[in-house]
């Protein structure tokens, strides 16, 4: 067979791959691009093979990085069966309307501002409608039970531990005569994660594509009361201030774990716990109500503990001060008042949402906190303002950063580099290949080396578009896709060019703040002649 790396190949986002047999085509995952101005572009680029000759696809989870391009794929053509877990079925009934949704409210910002300029309108990537279409191709199928789709291919999810719902798949491929396994890690959650159980073992593969998010580091907390009394500290210190606590969370998987610990914890931390509370916890997001309501219906997927929470009639997923808004009004309402809050809100790495008008409204202020409790993509709004940004754009106003900042590893729903190892390490027959993808490019290339000296695994780290023929005898080929291969390298440059422009941006903000004289002249000749030099290199750029 032949597979090709389609997304999350030397990046984080975009997870997709293009399996072909001799008589089927089909994907592991359809998932969106994120964070970076080139990437981005990538999501209304056209798909690298023809929608309506897939055969079916196969999701790992609901997350948009992995399902995000599915109405796309749909809107092209793609007419087969996307199999999935039933959890993961459910979430994406609510989360793919819900990108939809995002997509069509920037492309009006987009089209108004166009407009302006005496450009022509564009069409948004999907709207509500053409996600809330593509919902019909979903299949569920349940955890641990294998199945064939063709004579030649078989197909089995086993638990993730990542998300409700999420999935390592295994994948069998008779060719020949001869089986030859793959296994797709999906994301891989952590060990212990509230609610959800553990990632299952998986006891062999003849290959292995993993995902390698924190693939060279470890969470600083590993204790769960050393997380939640971090945490505490956090919202206590800030509400003595007079604060709000502001946290970018995902919809699906962090909010529902915050709840969880808060709950879990009472009896642990007593007054600690209590006093915040009492403090009006506000989900704010929509799409984050609706998926705890589905995680309420999804009580099988739950961990043993979990499961005594609620046959002790104690609900988990719920507190008195626990508050969830819908409307935008009732979002709006919340910057208004002047008592501390904490307010949990969507998207996780501040790019879409909500979110971006609590921080719009906190991030100045020195009282507040913004808690990050996910991973924050290279390129995106939640990691510039983690990497210490002085000041960010905001519905195109300049915000300064005079908040606290703050991260808790813990929360994140994905395994740290001993994860990683400790579930590699449970294979009694080791594949004889590892593709890594799903990571940034120093971080994969490190966790490379990690299972070559752990375990003599020979790695793979992929590019875009690069395609392999993998076979039961283990003799591989590296086919470059050459159209695929032209467009990542003219995205390479637009992404130089966003990387200039931003930063054009903030020397002029440093410089515009420098009116009082704080530099020499001589600095700013400096600069200048540098600038100069810039200008003639892009004008020769163009010529």
Sequence with gaps: MNITFLGAAKTVTGSCYLIETRDTKFLVDCGMFQGRANEVLLNAEPFSVNPAELDFMLLSHAH??????????????????????????????????????????????????????????????????????????????????????????????????????SAIIEIWVRENG???????????????????????????????????????????????????????????????????????????????????????????FGDAVNKILNIPVYVDSPLATSATQIFRENLDCFDEEAKEYIANGDNPLDFPTLKFTQSPEESRKLNEKTESTIIISASGMCDA????????????????????????????LGRRIL??????????????????????????????????????????????????????????????????????????????????????????????????????RRLAVVEMLETLREEFEELAGILKGDLKQEKSDVEIDEVAAKLKLVEKSIVDALK
Aim: aromatic share 8%; glycine share 10%.
């Design 64 to 165: 948009i990085d992995h399902s995000g391009r599915i109405p796309k794929l749909y809107m092209d053509g793609f007419k087969g069966t996307i199999y999935a877990t039933k959890p993961t079925v459910q979430l994406c009934g609510i989360m793919l309307p819900d990108s939809g949704h995002i997509q069509e409210t920037e492309n009006e910002w987009i089209n108004r501002k166009r407009q302006r300029a005496g450009k022509a309108p564009v069409k948004p990537l999907y709207t509500v409608k053409e996600a809330t279409d593509c919902l019909g191709l979903f299949k569920g199928v349940a955890y641990g039970e294998a199945f064939s789709v063709t004579e030649d291919i078989r197909i089995r999810f086993n638990d993730a531990g990542h998300i409700l719902g």
């Design 387 to 488: 990497d210490g940004a002085e000041r960010v754009k905001l519905f195109g106003e300049e915000i300064s950063v005079n908040a606290r900042i703050e991260a808790i590893d813990g929360f994140s729903g994905h395994a740290d580099r001993a994860g990683l190892l400790s579930w590699v390490g449970g294979f009694a027959k080791k594949p004889k290949k590892v593709f890594i993808v799903h990571g940034e490019l120093e971080v994969m290339n490190e966790f490379s080396h990690t299972l070559t000296d752990e375990f003599g695994l020979k790695c793979i780290v992929p590019t875009r578009g690069d395609s392999f023929v993998v076979t039961a005898d283990g003799v591989y080929e590296n086919i470059p896709d050459a159209q695929v291969q032209r467009r990542f």
């Design 178 to 268: 001869k089986d030859t396994k793959i296994v797709f890690s999906g994301d891989l959650g952590n060990k212990g994660i509230p609610i959800l159980k553990d990632p299952v073992a998986i006891s062999d593969a003849d290959y292995l594509v993993i995902e390698s998010t924190y693939g060279n580091r470890l969470h600083k907390l590993k204790k769960e009361t050393d997380k939640l009394e971090r945490f505490i500290s956090i919202i206590t210190e800030t509400i003595e201030k007079g604060g709000n606590v502001i946290i970018p969370s995902f919809a699906v998987g962090r909010t529902q774990e915050i709840i969880y610990d808060l709950n879990k914890y009472m009896d642990v």
């Design 353 to 380: 949402g909500r979110i971006k008008h609590h921080l719009k409204h906190n991030l100045w202020r020195k009282e507040s906190t913004i808690l990050f409790v996910g991973y924050q993509a290279e390129g995106t």
